[in-house]
T-cell receptor, first 114, second 115 residues
Framework: SAVISQKPSRDICQRGTSLTIQCQVD?????MFWYRQQPGQSLTLIAT?????????ESGFVIDKFPISRPNLTFSTLTVSNMSPEDSSIYLC???????????FGSGTRLTVV | AQSVTQPDIHITVSEGASLELRCNYS??????LFWYVQSPGQGLQLLLK??????LVQGIKGFEAEFKRSQSSFNLRKPSVHWSDAAEYFC?????????????FGTGTLLAVQP
């Protein structure tokens, strides 16, 4: 299965600032996803990162707050903009491959906003 | 609506005891089903998955799960729990036809293992 490198692994940020999270995959993948896991909660999909087109956002998530880039089939970034303490969460990148019908997750970015 | 329910928020078992974590799903089409484990401060690791065929699926770390269509369930089992199994476990469902769409996750079950 694909191997995902997600950076940074953790960060503490000031409110009002932005953080960009990177997701690098060791092979070309069709689908890349960004999830949020709030403290003590399950995973919620933020958006699907589409290569060559705008990301597809889930209800409750907007591009201005969570802009996503997908310049090629192995890389994507998620930016958390104008952060507030409510954005403190773990953000996870995931990829899906049709080869083995599997979804692989990165190790996550633990974000704390102060 | 598509959903996954994990009825048990927290479970404590003794080391060496058997384990069963429950998962029920609601899905309109034939689902793909997954169990993931998340250790503290870590990402998600896939334990096993079910797409079709034999309804009893073997996974890593000695885990298995059984798909029961009539009960809309996909319960995770392990015959003898080890202290290292203490973690949070998530059941997830996705659409059939390949990994091209989002997964829907349950709320998770936190497993504690007593010595």
């Amino acid at each position: 299965s694909a191997v995902i490198s997600q950076k940074p692994s953790r960060d503490i940020c000031q409110r009002g600032t932005s953080l960009t999270i990177q997701c690098q995959v060791d092979s070309q993948v069709t689908m890349m996803f960004w999830y949020r896991q709030q403290p003590g909660q399950s995973l919620t999909l933020i958006a699907t990162a589409n290569q060559g087109s705008e990301a597809t956002y889930e209800s409750g998530f907007v591009i201005d707050k969570f802009p996503i880039s997908r310049p090629n089939l192995t890389f994507s970034t998620l930016t958390v903009s104008n952060m507030s303490p409510e954005d403190s969460s773990i953000y996870l990148c995931s990829v899906g491959t049709t080869a083995n019908y599997g979804y692989t997750f990165g190790s996550g970015t633990r974000l704390t906003v102060v | 609506a598509q959903s996954v329910t994990q009825p048990d928020i927290h479970i404590t078992v003794s080391e060496g005891a058997s384990l069963e974590l429950r998962c029920n799903y609601s899905y309109g089409a034939t689902p793909y089903l997954f169990w993931y484990v998340q250790s503290p401060g870590q990402g998600l690791q896939l334990l096993l998955k079910y797409f079709s065929g034999d309804t009893l699926v073997q996974g890593i770390k000695g885990f298995e799960a059984e798909f029961k269509r009539s009960q809309s369930s996909f319960n995770l089992r392990k015959p003898s729990v080890h202290w290292s199994d203490a973690a949070e476990y998530f059941c997830a469902v996705g659409p059939g036809g390949g990994a091209t769409n989002k997964l829907i996750f349950g709320t998770g079950t936190l497993l504690a293992v007593q010595p």
